[in-house]
């Protein structure tokens, strides 16, 4: 079985400062890991996906995460957060046992909703 | 890039009604889609994998017969809720992905927002 936890409910961060949403996972083979956002009453937007390579991968509008598999953790982050980054996170996770023909779902994490103050 | 499309955004309609929504991939074909369900501040639960050409896969606790999923094309997949009541109200999204490129996300719709009265 796998699974992904996100410990905060909400993270809220003044404009211009670094933001980090947490995500820890959990999968019996290798994870494939994934950073969505959702903004009020859409769906979800991929922003950044860990395959394999660098522990740190770079994705949409600025965003960052960096995969740690000793502490099984898949953080995203952002040096400088923007008000427009106010959205719903959610960080999703595949294991690579089956082939990939496209048939698996992910599973998501139940969601950090991210304030960005002014 | 690949863009999956969702047809109706808002349905507000009396309990007892079934509601059918659409979902499509609009440059790829998608032999697998997938149905979620989002209640308010939650996160996304799966309800189904629509296999074309197949029956769907239900997830526990999902009413196959509440919840009717056709995959009849490698581009649409359709989610009808039948005979709504006020429970079935919740914000329901479908997603795909390319199977014809490897380890790609999966892209959603913009979701339907259902709302039974």
């Known amino acids: 079985a796998q699974s992904v936890a996100q410990p905060e409910d909400q993270v809220n961060v003044a404009e211009g400062n670094p933001l980090t949403v947490k995500c820890t996972y959990s999968?019996?083979?290798?994870?494939?890991l994934f950073w969505y956002v959702q903004y009020p009453n859409r769906g979800l937007q991929f922003l950044l996906k860990?395959?394999?390579?660098?522990?740190l991968v770079k994705g949409s509008y600025g965003f960052e995460a960096e995969f740690n598999k000793s502490q099984t953790s898949f953080h995203l982050k952002k040096p400088s957060a923007l008000v427009s980054d106010s959205a719903l996170y959610f960080c999703?996770?595949?294991?690579?046992?089956?082939?990939?023909?496209?048939?698996?779902?992910?599973?998501f994490g139940s969601g950090t909703r991210l304030q960005v103050q002014p | 890039g690949a863009v999956v499309s969702q047809h109706p955004s808002w349905v507000i309609c009396k309990s007892g009604t079934s509601v059918k929504i659409e979902c499509r991939s609009l440059d790829f074909q998608a032999t697998t889609m997938f149905w979620y369900r989002q209640f308010p501040k939650q996160s996304l639960m799966l309800m189904a994998t629509?296999?074309?050409?197949?029956?769907?896969?239900?997830e526990q606790g999902v009413e196959k017969d509440k919840f009717l999923i056709n995959h009849a094309s490698l581009t649409l997949s359709t989610l009808t809720v039948t005979s709504a009541h006020p429970e079935d109200s919740s914000f329901y999204i479908c997603s795909a992905r390319d199977p014809g490129l490897s380890n790609q996300p999966q892209h959603f719709g913009d979701g339907t927002r259902l709302s039974i009265l």
């Open positions: 629509s296999n074309e050409g197949s029956k769907a896969t239900y």
């Open positions: 999968v019996s083979g290798n994870p494939y």
């Open positions: 999703a996770v595949r294991d690579d046992r089956t082939p990939d023909t496209g048939r698996r779902a992910l599973t």
């Open positions: 860990y395959i394999t390579g660098d522990n």
